[in-house]
């Protein structure tokens, strides 16, 4: 979705530009994207699990921008884990359902070529991708581990008051995030099950997801990251990216226990998350 200019934008009705702005805020803060998959077909090359490494596969958020998920794949990498980000056909705002298929493409083909583990991070509207996912494909029940950051999986405000002021500027994805939507009562009958893990990390500064909380899944870890470190401010859109949020989620790619940090280990995971990687150089024309 493009972010009309100024002049466009004030002609617009008052809940029709938050809609705007709300939706548009993950594209706009991307500073790079991977290729897109059309038509639903996966593009571009497979997990490398051959190795007998273990694969973690990163979903992005709603229009599909990576620059934030870059930065915590880099991350994932140091841990000698192979890092895919998913490229998601329509920008990430077509059916929701037709995403959850492309992921699935990539995890089937992970766990294909051997990789000793597969977990799964989605990131925004992502992690209602992951949740359709984990609920009606079968793969899903040999994946360890469930990461999900400021995801809407009961659907967020925003996405209502886009349909509501305008249904022609709602894509499918934004109408499917509606709270009640048809999709999200439907997934909210189906329980998590017999999974080992799943996180569900978000923000209470969120201006996207409203109201945050809409993160929480019953049968998950449920962590605010200010009940953490209580004084952090971050938003929706720097949450892949955040130094505390990176720390945890390598944490739960460990092989330790998946359970919520107490506050007495802000410090250490922000300094965990805030060491220094190496970004790969953007390939020409991206």
């Known amino acids: 979705m493009r972010l009309p200019g100024a002049r466009r934008l004030a002609a617009l009705s008052y809940r029709r530009r938050v809609f705007v702005l709300g939706m548009s805020a993950v594209a706009a803060a991307a500073a790079t994207t991977l290729g897109l ?38 991350h994932v990498r ?7 980000v998913v490229a998601l056909p329509d920008h990430g705002t077509g059916d929701l359902g037709a995403q959850a298929a492309v992921l699935n493409g990539y995890v089937t083909r992970a766990l294909r070529t051997g990789a000793s583990q597969v977990d799964v991070v989605g990131y925004s509207a992502g992690g209602v991708v992951t949740r359709l996912w984990d609920a009606y494909y079968r793969d899903a029940l040999q994946v360890r581990r469930v990461v999900t950051l400021g995801s ?24 499917e995030l ?6 999200l009562t439907r997934l909210n009958t189906v329980a998590l099950g017999t ?88 390939t020409k024309g991206k």
Not at 46 to 53: A, L
Not at 66 to 71: C, E, K, L, N
Not at 178 to 183: H, K, N, Y
């Open 178 to 183: 509606v709270p009640g939507s048809s999709l």
């Open 78 to 84: 140091t841990l000698h884990l192979t890092a895919e």
């Open 195 to 282: 999974r080992p893990g799943w996180l569900s990390l978000w923000t209470t500064d969120d201006q996207v997801v409203r109201p945050p909380g809409s993160a929480r899944l019953a049968g998950a870890v449920n962590v605010p990251l200010q009940s953490v470190c209580p004084d952090l401010e971050v938003t929706h859109e720097e949450l892949p990216s955040d130094s505390l949020v990176i720390g945890i989620v390598l944490r739960a790619l460990g092989p330790g226990p998946l359970t919520a940090p107490p506050r007495a280990d802000c410090d250490r995971l922000q300094t965990v998350g805030s060491r220094p990687v190496r970004m790969p150089k953007p």
């Open 152 to 175: 809407p999986l009961n659907g967020t405000r925003i996405a209502a008051a886009g349909a509501g002021a305008d249904p022609g500027a709602c894509p499918e994805a934004c109408q």
């Open 37 to 74: 998959a059309a038509g639903g077909v996966l593009s571009g090359p497979p997990p490398r699990g051959g190795s007998g490494r273990g694969v973690v596969v990163l979903v992005p958020g709603y229009g599909d921008g990576t620059a934030g998920i870059d930065v915590l794949a880099a």
